[in-house]
């Protein structure tokens, strides 16, 4: 019998329980509440967690990506290329550090970049490209590479680090991939710069936050790089609060006028008990996957293919697209869905259809196979607080309005 009665269903509330806020009961009675301890040891974690010699925790991913940019000297007179299908923090970060955005379309019904495009769209100019590994999948990063090396002679290095690298550099938006798998390397084992999410809404949660992991590069410091992203993110300030606590440490220096961006202990005491069942949490999305594609997929509805032969993703969101329909139309079903108790979402509009890029020069018109994985893309709830009869009753009431 199909389930009927009214529920609501929340898109991505976060999955939080006795255990995390225990441990931020613990520490805000520590008396150490910003950036101490816990996140230095959220810091560690993170880094065992995916495989690499050093993880920096920050107070979201977009500074992490910024700070990355700023630190590897990209700035006015660079450009940086990313896809035109993301969420706009992967291109606003190109403007704040006064580089070029340059924006390339995804392959035609696939929502990666168009790799063939990539090349094109490749300078003397260019210093970085910014793929995004979208709702937790990652990205092709044999052909990113690929492209990469075909392109390696048009690069020149502004300086010491860009030399380390003698090419361009690939820093990844992983913003929902924390966890993903391909080719047997977790994501931020692959890209020379990989940036986490820690939002409200992401698979693993700090409220606010996010870190920033690197692959090992031969003559790449690894301490001199940590300490590079703490000086950015503190200020430019020689010792944080934590070394300035012991006895007879008050004096510090000011290197150069830097920023603040920094994660808190409070944050971090969220993030160490949720890394704690991350496992499990990945466990369950992949099982609300398995049920949304084996209800929808046969009825012709398409979705990004989470789990394949060479590939795991992190299961962050479930895109579903409609065939057939146009953006209006599209809309029409979310009110409808929302009428019953169900909220979705669109992942994502793409970037020239704002008004910031259409101020910027860019035009959707250059973009259309963006345009089209977006007119008719649903994002469906996913999330760890579903039960089995909310997933059913997600996808009847969908199949419903499709009359299907």
């Keep these: 019998m199909i389930d009927t009665e009214l529920r609501n269903i929340p898109f991505s509330p976060p999955d939080i329980t006795d255990v995390e806020i225990e441990e931020v009961i613990k520490a805000m009675k520590s008396g150490w509440i910003t950036t101490g301890p816990r996140t230095k040891e959220f810091e560690k974690k993170i880094a065992e967690y995916v495989g690499v010699n050093k993880a920096v925790c920050l107070n979201s991913a977009t500074a992490a990506m910024?700070?990355?940019?700023?630190?590897?000297?990209?700035?006015p007179g660079d450009e940086v290329i990313t896809s035109a299908y993301t969420y706009t923090a992967s291109a606003s970060i190109i403007d704040h550090?006064?580089?070029?955005?340059?924006?390339?379309?995804?392959?035609?019904?696939?929502?990666e970049m168009d790799y063939s495009k990539l090349a094109d769209a490749i300078t003397e100019k260019t210093k970085a490209i910014i793929p995004v590994d979208i709702a937790g999948k990652m990205c092709d990063y044999d052909s990113i590479f690929k492209v990469v090396e075909s392109k390696k002679d048009l690069f020149k290095a502004n300086n010491e680090i860009q030399e380390l690298f003698n090419r361009i550099i690939i820093m990844t938006d992983a913003a929902h991939a924390?966890?993903?798998?391909?080719?047997?390397?977790?994501?931020?084992?692959?890209?020379?710069?990989?940036?986490?999410?820690?939002?409200?809404?992401?698979?693993?949660t700090t409220a606010e936050g996010g870190a920033v992991v690197w692959r090992n590069v031969e003559g790449l410091d690894d301490e001199w790089l940590y300490?590079?992203?703490?000086?950015?993110?503190?200020?430019?300030?020689?010792k944080d609060a934590l070394a300035k606590t012991q006895k007879g440490a008050w004096e510090y220096d000011v290197v150069f006028p830097a920023y603040?961006?920094?994660?808190t202990d409070i944050m971090a005491s969220i993030g160490l008990v949720q890394l704690s069942r991350y496992e499990d949490i990945i466990r369950r999305r992949k099982k609300i996957i398995e049920m949304y594609d084996s209800k929808l997929l046969p009825l012709g509805i398409q979705s990004l293919q989470h789990f394949g032969k060479n590939f795991t993703s992190s299961g962050h969101l479930y895109l579903a697209r409609i065939p057939g329909i146009n953006e209006g139309k599209r809309n029409e079903i979310i009110v409808k869905m929302a009428e019953v108790g169900v909220a979705c979402n669109v992942h994502y509009?793409?970037?020239?259809?704002?008004?910031?890029?259409?101020?910027?020069?860019?035009?959707?018109?250059?973009?259309?196979?963006?345009?089209?994985?977006?007119?008719?893309?649903?994002?469906l709830p996913l999330h760890t607080l579903m039960s089995e009869r909310d997933v059913n009753y997600v996808i009847n009431m969908l199949k419903a309005l499709l009359e299907i």
């Design 66 to 75: 910024e700070l990355t940019l700023r630190i590897l000297g990209i700035g």
């Design 227 to 238: 300490k590079q992203f703490m000086l950015y993110s503190l200020h430019g300030q020689s």
């Design 178 to 204: 924390f966890g993903a798998v391909r080719n047997g390397k977790k994501c931020g084992q692959v890209s020379d710069f990989t940036c986490f999410s820690f939002h409200a809404v992401k698979n693993l």
């Design 97 to 111: 550090v006064g580089a070029k955005i340059v924006l390339v379309d995804t392959a035609p019904d696939t929502f």
């Design 349 to 379: 509009k793409p970037l020239p259809m704002f008004t910031a890029y259409k101020n910027l020069g860019f035009n959707i018109s250059n973009f259309p196979n963006a345009f089209e994985m977006y007119q008719n893309e649903i994002t």
């Design 260 to 263: 603040k961006c920094n994660m």
